[in-house]
């Protein structure tokens, strides 16, 4: 996971994908990995992507205040 906040924040989002991906493979719940998928789908402006994962994030983390606003802000990008 930190490998992809590294990649994310250089910008090199092929890496950063690999990076969460490899995380979320070795735990297909977590919500750090699916975070950083959100980021990253956000980021390349892939804002249906990132509703879907930001989504799967409040099922499993429905407590994470960071959520609302991350869903807010894509449902807003997508003009709903």
Sequence with gaps: LQQGEI????K?????RQ???FAQAKNSR???????????ATMENHYETALDLYLQVAK???YNSSIKRDLG??????GQ
Excluded: I
């Design 7 to 10: 990649f994310l924040s250089r």
């Design 12 to 16: 090199d989002y092929n890496k950063a």
């Design 19 to 21: 990076a969460y991906k």
């Design 30 to 40: 977590s919500v750090e990995a699916l975070l950083g998928l959100a980021k990253l």
């Design 60 to 62: 499993e983390d429905p």
């Design 73 to 78: 802000y894509t449902y807003k990008a997508l």
